[in-house]
């Protein structure tokens, strides 16, 4: 019984935090809607997701929430990535265009893949919800509590990213309008950007103690 308690912790602690749109779950979304490279889109940010939480289990998300140094690094580098990411997300609302159903958009899947490692990898707010949150609670178990606390997380990170990434063609039809994309990319790049602020506040704030 104590297992699924423990199982049911990390998915619940898991789903709170991935729940929120970032990066990440923005170009997941996208990639669903857009329907490029749906599946390879999903694996790899899940692949990226599940081996943070089993670096974290194992002890990683200690060494980084216990190092000033690697945190300030993050939050700035967090800033830029997040801040880059934004003005594209701004710039993409000005031309925007409604979605046409008729046509599949040729992108290469080694551009959908770099990117979806970016959003995976550069993006310090991941790896502070997976490696540090999600993986430092799984660290505090032992033995198979340990396994069970990152399974639960792990299992939470495949539902979403599929269901999302699939589960987007739905709204396709609602999405031929220029306005609807226009309101998705201005709500994206803000976000963005407010993340972006919100990094570089916590680095002054780190720097100035």
Not at 16 to 22: K, N
Not at 126 to 138: E, M, R, S
Not at 162 to 176: D, E, H, K, V
């Amino acid at each position: 019984m104590d297992i699924w308690l423990v199982y049911t912790k990390g998915l619940a602690t898991m789903a709170g935090l991935i729940f929120a749109i970032g990066a990440q779950n923005a170009f997941v979304l996208r990639q669903g809607l857009k329907r490029r490279g749906v599946f390879l889109t999903a694996s790899i940010c899940f692949l990226c997701d599940t081996t943070l939480v089993i670096l974290g289990a194992a002890g990683l998300g200690a060494l980084f929430s216990n190092n000033p140094l690697l945190s300030l690094l993050m939050a700035f580098g967090g800033a830029a990535f997040l801040t880059y990411y934004g003005f594209r997300a701004l710039h993409a609302a000005k031309k925007a265009k409604g979605l046409d159903l008729r046509i599949s958009d040729k992108v290469s899947h080694t551009s959908i893949a770099l990117t979806a490692l970016a959003v995976s990898l550069l993006n310090p707010p991941a790896y502070i919800d997976t490696l540090v949150l999600v993986g430092g609670l799984a660290g505090r178990y032992e033995g198979v509590k340990r396994i069970a606390c990152a399974s639960g997380a792990i299992t939470v990170s495949f539902v979403w990213f599929y269901s999302i990434a699939y589960g987007a063609r739905w709204l396709a039809p609602a999405l031929t309008k220029p306005r609807v994309w226009r309101i998705i990319d201005l709500v994206i790049g803000v976000m963005m950007l407010a993340l972006a602020v919100g990094l570089v506040a916590d680095g002054i704030r780190f720097l100035q103690n």
